[in-house]
């Protein structure tokens, strides 16, 4: 049936772009034509609805949320052509990718504890999928990715002269940013007024001038969590705290104690425990990163350019540009 209506859409008689029964009944609508090949709206579907169950599952903001469905329903079926084109890239270059794939399942099993291959089949039927069904999406997968090394990934070659230039040329990238260790007070607002905090916090600055350690004041008069970790705020790079906190901690030598400051939360009281300044690692340890950021850059690059190249070359036609519209 499959090799009938591609044979009438490539002669132009294709006009409802839907598969017809013998008695002429709609048994599947068709969303796009790749060469030989065809997505149905019920492909589309299942991938949309795989897709949006994995968003769901990130728990992300609500704003995020909206901004990823967005860009599903704008660029899925394009992502299926593509797919579609690789794999068929992948069958003409009768690429084996079977040792391959019995090594990722095996690596698969151990790093998950399972000790056999119905332990992994029963993982995977809990998550609604049949091992059939994730199996054949596991091998295309793997046949994609061959494709890519096969026609992209092993032509790429880095120059030592061009390692050691990215990394000259662009040191922010490789420089460990200014580290701060940190101990807190903590005062929360809510349920306080301006007094009871007032109150609280001379008491704070009466005992730390009385020359009780600050990890112990912070033990016995700060709020939650800060109570219970005895102050122990963490560690963070410059431009992980909060901007109000992270000026006040801006201007301590290791050892100070700041002064108090009201964040929307309540107060803090900062102790700079540890400063680590910001430093270029040398070109040795950044090395191998230089190198990533390199080949992945050209990797995107070449990888663009050859898909862009094997759709141009192939017969691909979106009969259903927006497949979930009526």
Not at 50 to 74: G, S
Not at 86 to 92: C, G, P
Not at 203 to 227: C, I, N, Q, R, T
Not at 279 to 305: M, Q, S
């Amino acid at each position: 049936m499959k090799k009938i209506i591609i044979g009438l859409v490539l002669a132009g008689m294709l006009g409802s772009a839907a598969v017809f029964g013998g008695g002429q009944e709609v048994v599947e609508e068709i969303v796009a034509v790749v060469n030989d090949d065809i997505i149905t709206l019920s492909d589309y579907r299942t991938q949309f609805d795989q897709t949006v169950a994995q968003l769901r599952a990130a728990q992300m903001p609500q704003e995020e949320y909206d901004k990823q469905y967005a860009t599903i329903k704008k660029e899925l079926l394009n992502a299926m052509i593509t797919e579609l084109l690789l794999l068929q890239k992948a069958r003409e270059l009768n690429l084996n990718v079977s040792d391959q794939v019995k090594a990722r399942i095996e690596q698969i099993k151990t790093d998950n504890n399972m000790t056999s291959d119905a332990d992994l089949r029963r993982a995977i039927e809990q998550q609604g999928m049949t091992y059939e069904t994730w199996f054949k999406q596991y091998e295309e997968g793997m046949m994609r990715m061959a494709v890519i090394y096969t026609e992209v990934e092993r032509a790429i070659v880095l120059e030592d002269s061009e390692v050691v230039q990215y990394y000259k040329k662009n040191p922010a990238e490789f420089t460990t940013p200014t580290e701060y260790k940190l101990l807190a007070v903590y005062l929360a607002s809510e349920g306080r007024t301006p007094e009871e905090c007032e109150a609280l916090k001379a008491a704070v600055d009466a005992k730390l001038k009385s020359g009780a350690a600050f990890a112990d004041v912070a033990g016995e008069l700060s709020d939650p969590p800060m109570k219970e970790s005895k102050g122990d705020l963490g560690t963070f790079k410059a431009g992980e705290l909060d901007k109000s906190l992270e000026s006040a901690v801006e201007k301590l030598k290791t050892g100070e104690v700041g002064v108090w400051v009201n964040n929307k939360n309540g107060w803090y009281l900062i102790n700079l425990v540890e400063k680590k300044d910001s430093h270029l690692r040398p070109f040795e340890d950044a090395r191998k990163e230089v190198e990533e950021k390199i080949y992945n850059g050209k990797r995107a690059e070449k990888e663009g350019a050859y898909i862009k190249t094997l759709r141009e070359r192939s017969y691909v036609r979106i009969l259903k540009p927006d497949p979930l519209e009526r």
